[in-house]
């Protein structure tokens, strides 16, 4: 018997779908407005961050999209396809969902929990075990060492890759994650990020990612959403633009008076907005690659204690920085 997904009856979707959410509402019968009225365009393949204060709605968006919780009004559509007229087990299973924590089953090893949605949709165990290592591997954990383990013995950072691995198993076309990093201490939470930034360059997956975090938003997204009480959508931007023009009063306060400082890490350094290499030039002038931001290049400065710095591509100076020039390109607009 043919057991492939096409055989069970589950749509072969592309690799990534838009998220469109169109008047979005939800109200309690207790009268609490959690999301009032909330429009919002998440492109194909770009990972959104949703933020704002504890009570704004972001996780109940989330799960809105998953329809684990049941809109009171308004559309959602993936691709071009309206979830409420979806089947929302099916749908589910199209959709990639990681948590804060993470939710592994505790009786099965980690190779059965990524092989969980696989499983119920009944591929073969030679494809399944096959995405399973891929996925492992994917996640930089060796599917030899770490596949007959079970979670309890597992780091937090290790179960936080399991977990990103169960979601994408069936290869979703959108990933949605529910504070995903914040269970773990700074340090790993920092590479963590990392990783998934390199994950997400290689899978290129639609994400929706909520956390209360500036710094992760600024850091993973491609663009940030600010939401205030009742999910009313304060600015939707890059976070260049984010950090460099706050749309609102509420936007301003919320990302802080030092935004210019976090503006740096996504500013890149603009072959085009560089200064002339001096001719005078000191031979121990500190250096940064041209691939990385004004952020690293402020670091550079910092630690040298100099005022100048050499821009080099592949070891050959291409344009000299100097400090005022940095923190100007850190400046706001607003």
């Known amino acids: 018997m043919d057991v492939t997904p096409e055989a069970t009856g589950v749509a072969q979707s592309p690799r990534a779908a838009s998220i469109s959410l169109e008047g979005i509402q939800k109200h309690y019968p207790n009268g609490t407005e959690a999301v009032r009225d909330l429009s919002l365009e998440v492109p194909a393949g770009e990972l959104v961050v949703l933020i704002g204060p504890s009570g704004c709605g972001k996780s109940t968006v989330l799960r809105m999209i998953n329809r684990l919780i049941e809109p009171t009004a308004g559309r959602i559509t993936l691709g071009d396809e309206d979830v409420t007229n979806v089947d929302p087990v099916q749908l589910r299973r199209r959709i ?56 309890h013995e597992l780091s937090g950072g290790q179960r936080q890759r399991v977990g990103v691995a169960r979601a994408l198993a069936a290869d979703p ?4 994650m529910d504070e995903p990093f914040s269970a773990v201490d700074p340090i790993v939470r920092a590479r963590l990020q990392e990783e998934f930034l390199r994950l997400q360059a290689e899978v290129r997956k639609t994400i929706v990612l909520v956390t209360h975090d500036l710094d992760e938003a600024v850091r ?44 740096l890490a996504v500013t890149p350094l603009d072959r085009e907005a560089l200064e002339p290499v001096p001719e005078d030039a000191a ?24 005022d100048r710095l050499l821009v080099t591509d592949a070891g050959r100076p291409v344009g000299a920085l100097s400090r005022q020039r940095l923190l100007d390109l850190g400046r706001p607009t607003s």
């Open 173 to 176: 076309v959108v990933l949605l």
């Open 96 to 151: 990639g969902y990681v948590i804060q924590n993470v939710g592994l089953f505790p009786h099965q090893t980690v190779r059965a929990n990524v092989a969980t949605v696989p499983s119920l949709l009944r591929w073969p165990k030679g494809q399944t075990r096959a995405r399973v290592d891929e996925l492992l591997d994917l996640v930089g954990l060796d599917p030899a060492e770490f596949g007959g383990r079970y979670p």
């Open 283 to 306: 031979p121990d002038l500190p250096t940064v690659a041209v691939d990385g931001s004004a952020y690293d290049a402020l670091a550079v400065l910092l630690t040298s204690g100099r």
């Open 220 to 263: 993973l997204g491609d663009r940030i959403a600010v939401l205030s009480e009742g999910g009313q959508l304060e600015q939707y931007d890059t976070p260049a633009a984010l950090l460099g023009a706050p749309a609102t009063a509420f936007v301003r306060e919320f990302v802080g008076a030092d935004r210019g400082i976090r503006r």
